[in-house]
């Protein structure tokens, strides 16, 4: 038996295993350990033995590593090691190595860890998949019947990739979490389907390989995490994990969490009078950045500026950015690295920096009609970051909104002239590139924000030291957003920033209140005094444009978030279950007061206000600014009606924020 206080996993005489949190079992033995054959698994091994040994690990402190020996029909011996430490209690570290005691050759096909199956419980199953999709679906999902997502870290499709290693499956109870904790990107699979019986989650690799009489192989690092609530607590454990392995999100500046305007409403055929013209409705309604997006340059790969929006070059783009500071606002520049158009210079005079597939094809990023290069050849690193310092140290933007779903993850690379050590090289050294990226921008202006923005895909977790902000890209809805930003709130910790990118992607064009409540930066593209008459795409009914009435909303919600500034609080993600608490709810803390945030489409009832200290606390309305009366811990519920959110304030009583 292997176990902390939180999580055991007891081993059978076939090296199944049963896992029970805090004393519960909550499965019977399963194969959780096993090999992949073409036409079955090598999942039953014969006990031979066991060893316990303290560990002394100097990123993970102390710690517990048990060691199972088993011994197939098949000849094939196993070894698995799980390790806990003192520091990440509930949170098991798995590492199974197999060998070939056989006299002949084995074929196998993968491996597969941590498998396990929950039983049904009332109320079903939730699940996080931190995989990408091509169809951008929700990163948080119910499970309903027939659920099965494959969740694969591979490429999904040309430009659509990778993510963050980590899925879980939630009961109202109890939840359990599986992923990798490998320093780079691996090309994993973390199944979750809907059983006959429950749910059922695993890690496994399809890497076929032969086993030659005395071969070993080592599978990555994975984790098994028990944990209660929803896939925050596991999700900020795999944080900190990874934190002590050196993946940490860098401190960002604290324009990071400025309101941001960005001029993506006029789209690429903006002209820089419409800009400019609206720099001043943009300040006065208190954003502090303005975004200058895609449609500056020529093309993408070339990364000159437009002559016919700038006329006088480098020169042109110099003034914009003092028109921009002289009206107190930030400059931003919007880039899609690692793309290059055809038709584009750098295409022909650089085919060398393509990442090439094995029939020596080139990969295609969609929208921008691009084609990808390689990140892992350091032409491409030094093309690019010389660009950023153009950027910031030339031009004066400081900073960069980093574009397109190619940013998480490539195709592995066989372009000979990059001298691979292995394909897979070109994923693996992705986040490098990123960093290069990160420091070229710091280096040119100590201030820079880089924003890393990967258009719907779940993000890369690797990256996250390159990253000082990532937004809700591309959201699908006001659920993506908050549910994107209770994820991205475990797995960036307090530093980096996470914004709810342009409000007119939110439900009814509007929704700020799916930003602010959460601690979300805001962010709009509105246009003002009026829409482009040169979309590139139809516009939404209304368009953009700032009406006195959308200008109203606007600049009270921006008073609301500059007042209170959630972002810098501390974001209490284990207080509410996103997917079984209704209605569904988040709470902050800062400067001594507790926020809360509660959406519904339409609720009439009690809401619950978790998470309170000692003393009575009044509670406020921010939105409807109305007193609401006093709660304490003891009686935490308050009756409330409201239409799609409610927005609380509750300081201890007699003071007020
Ligand atoms: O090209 C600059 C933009 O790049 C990202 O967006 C790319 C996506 O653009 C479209 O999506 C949106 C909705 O997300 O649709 C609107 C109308 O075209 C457009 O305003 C939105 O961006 C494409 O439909 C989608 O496939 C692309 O992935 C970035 O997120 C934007 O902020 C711009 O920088």
């Known amino acids: 038996m292997a176990g902390d206080q939180a999580l055991s996993i007891a081993f059978d005489r076939s090296l199944h295993t049963r896992i029970s949190a805090r004393d519960k ?39 517990r590593r048990h060691t199972v020996t088993g011994l197939s029909a098949e000849g094939v011996e196993k070894q698995v090691a799980v390790t806990f430490f003192e520091q990440l209690p509930g949170m098991a570290l798995l590492q199974t190595r197999y060998r070939n005691q056989g006299a002949g050759p084995l074929q196998v096909v993968g491996w597969r860890n941590a498998a396990h199956e929950l039983a049904d419980a009332p109320g079903g199953f939730w699940s996080f998949s931190g995989a990408t999709h091509e169809d951008r679906r929700d990163w948080v999902l119910p499970l309903g019947a027939g659920f099965e997502q494959r969740n694969t870290l591979s490429m999904a499709a040309s430009d659509y990739g990778g993510g963050t290693p980590v899925a879980n499956i939630w009961r109202r109870d109890v939840g359990l979490a599986v992923g990798h ?5 691996r ?61 940490v999100a860098p401190q960002a500046p604290e324009s990071a969490f400025a309101p941001i305007w960005c001029a993506w409403g006029y789209e690429r055929d903006f002209t820089v009078a419409q800009i400019l013209a609206t720099l001043p409705k943009v300040r006065e309604l208190g954003f502090e950045w303005a975004v200058l997006d895609d449609g500056w340059q020529t093309n993408e790969g070339d990364w000159r500026i437009d002559a016919k929006k700038f006329p006088r070059g480098d020169d042109d ?40 597939d094995e029939d020596g094809a080139f990969q295609k990023v969609s929208w921008w009609n691009a084609l990808t290069q390689c990140p892992a050849y350091q032409p491409t690193v030094d093309y690019y970051v010389a660009l950023v310092k153009k950027a910031i140290g030339d031009w004066g933007f400081e900073g960069i909104k980093l574009d397109g779903q190619h940013l998480n993850a490539v195709a592995p690379c066989h372009n000979p002239a990059h001298g691979h050590a292995h394909p897979n090289e070109s994923c693996e050294k992705l986040a490098d590139f990123w960093n290069a990226i990160h420091a070229a921008a ?46 991205m709130k475990a797995l960036i910790g307090g530093g980096s920033s996470y914004a709810g990118d342009h409000v007119e992607l939110s439900d009814g064009g509007d929704d700020f209140a799916s930003s602010v409540g959460i601690g979300a930066v805001i962010s709009s593209k509105f246009t003002w005094p009026k829409d482009t008459d040169r979309p590139t795409a139809p516009l939404p009914p209304g368009g953009y444009v700032l009406t006195p009435e959308k200008e109203a909303l606007w600049r009270k919600w921006v008073d609301l978030y500059r007042q209170h500034m959630l972002p810098k609080g501390d974001y209490l993600g284990t207080l509410y279950d996103i997917g079984f608490d209704k209605p569904e709810a988040h709470a902050i803390a800062r400067d001594g007061a507790l926020y809360y945030a509660f959406y519904a489409d339409e ?55």
Not at 45 to 62: C, I, K, L, M
Not at 191 to 213: D, F, H, M, N
Not at 323 to 334: K, M, Y
Not at 447 to 473: I, K, R
Request: aromatic letters at 8%.
């Open 25 to 63: 079992v909550l499965t019977p033995y399963q194969a959780s350990e096993c090999l992949l054959l073409e036409d079955g698994t090598i999942d039953a091994f014969a006990f031979t033995g066991q060893r316990s040994e303290a560990v002394n690990d100097p990123r993970h402190g102390n710690g």
């Open 181 to 185: 904790v490998e320093p780079v990107p």
């Open 187 to 247: 090309l994993l699979d973390l199944p979750v389907r809907r059983t006959a019986k429950g749910a059922s989650i695993a890690v496994e690799c399809l890497q076929p390989v032969t086993l030659a009489p005395g071969q070993s192989l080592a599978t990555d690092r994975t984790f098994l995490c028990v944990h209660a609530g929803d896939h925050f607590a596991p999700l900020a454990h795999y944080r900190r994990f990874m934190q002590d392995e050196g993946i």
């Open 317 to 356: 783009m110099r003034a914009f950015v003092q028109a921009v500071r002289v009206e107190g606002l930030r400059p931003r520049l919007w880039l899609a690295p690692l793309a290059a158009d055809p038709g584009s210079d750098v295409l022909h005079r650089h085919a060398d920096m393509l990442l090439l």
């Open 442 to 487: 710091r280096e040119a202006n100590p201030e820079a924000v880089v924003e890393l923005c990967p258009c719907g895909t779940a993000f890369a977790f690797h990256n996250l030291p390159a990253t000082d902000q990532y937004p809700s890209s591309d959201p699908l809805s006001s659920w993506q957003v908050r549910s994107k930003g209770k994820t």
């Open 603 to 657: 609720w009439t009832g009690p809401v619950q206000l978790r998470g309170l200290g000692e003393g009575r606390y009044r509670v406020r309305d921010l939105f409807n600014e109305t007193d609401l009366g006093t709660v304490d811990a003891q009686a935490n519920t308050l009756d409330a009606t409201f239409s799609r959110f409610l927005l609380l304030q509750a300081t201890p009583a007699g003071e007020r924020a």
